[in-house]
T-cell receptor
Framework: GENVEQHPSTLSVQEGDSAVIKCTYS??????FPWYKQELGKRPQLIID?????GEKKDQRIAVTLNKTAKHFSLHITETQPEDSAVYFC???????????FGAGTRLFVKA | EPEVTQTPSHQVTQMGQEVILRCVPI?????FYWYRQILGQKVEFLVS????????KSEIFDDQFSVERPDGSNFTLKIRSTKLEDSAMYFC???????????FGEGSRLTVL
């Protein structure tokens, strides 16, 4: 089955700096890769996703990249703000498949 | 996007007791999921439910767990005999289609004493 590895587990940056979170997956059938943000005590919320027919996707300060050959995908947050502080989860899912498998999460701290 | 509603928001139970967690999705949702998150840990897949039957389940989803959609609307997760390690946040989630986005409900926090 699918296994998703996520690094780092904790990331601390200064406000205005960039943050990068990296994930790898094991199942070559996976072709949908969402990213979720979870604030303390809240549910995970989808912030951006990428499908395997695309190598990069950007939405304002957030971008995701995907390297299918290497089975790597990454989340990039630019110009970080204190409200970006949260736990971020990457995930992988096969198209038409039923389950989405999550990485272990990255706790991001943005220091003002 | 319309969300799913979960009840209860928090339940405290004694070890060995049965617990039922409920999820009320929008009527046109076909794909339902239960995920579990132990405090401070990852979001773990439990089970997926499509067309009123289980489509896939994880190793965590053993015989003490069951899911059903008894009245065509509420989607329930039953834990037959709770253990201390069942203490977690349980999230119901839904997709509108097989390739769609996974949206989570607000969660039900289960505390087993």
């Amino acid at each position: 089955g699918e296994n998703v590895e996520q690094h780092p587990s904790t990331l601390s940056v200064q406000e205005g700096d960039s943050a990068v979170i990296k994930c790898t997956y094991s199942d070559s059938a996976s072709n949908y890769f969402p990213w979720y943000k979870q604030e303390l005590g809240k549910r995970p919320q989808l912030i951006i996703d990428i499908r395997s027919n695309v190598g990069e996707k950007k939405d304002q300060r957030i971008a995701v990249t995907l390297n299918k050959t290497a089975k790597h995908f990454s989340l990039h947050i630019t110009e970080t703000q204190p409200e970006d502080s949260a736990v971020y989860f990457c995930a992988a899912s096969p198209t038409g498949g039923f389950k989405t498998i999550f990485g272990a999460g990255t706790r991001l701290f943005v220091k003002a | 996007e319309p969300e799913v509603t979960q009840t209860p928001s928090h339940q405290v139970t004694q070890m060995g007791q049965e617990v039922i967690l409920r999820c009320v999705p929008i009527s046109n949702h076909l794909y339902f999921y239960w995920y579990r998150q132990i405090l401070g840990q990852k979001v773990e897949f439990l089970v997926s439910f499509y067309n009123n039957e289980i489509s896939e389940k994880s190793e965590i989803f053993d015989d003490q767990f069951s899911v059903e959609r008894p009245d065509g609307s509420n989607f329930t997760l039953k834990i037959r005999s709770t253990k201390l390690e069942d203490s977690a946040m349980y999230f119901c989630a839904r997709k509108t289609g097989p390739n769609g986005e996974l949206f989570f409900g607000e969660g039900s926090r289960l505390t087993v004493l």
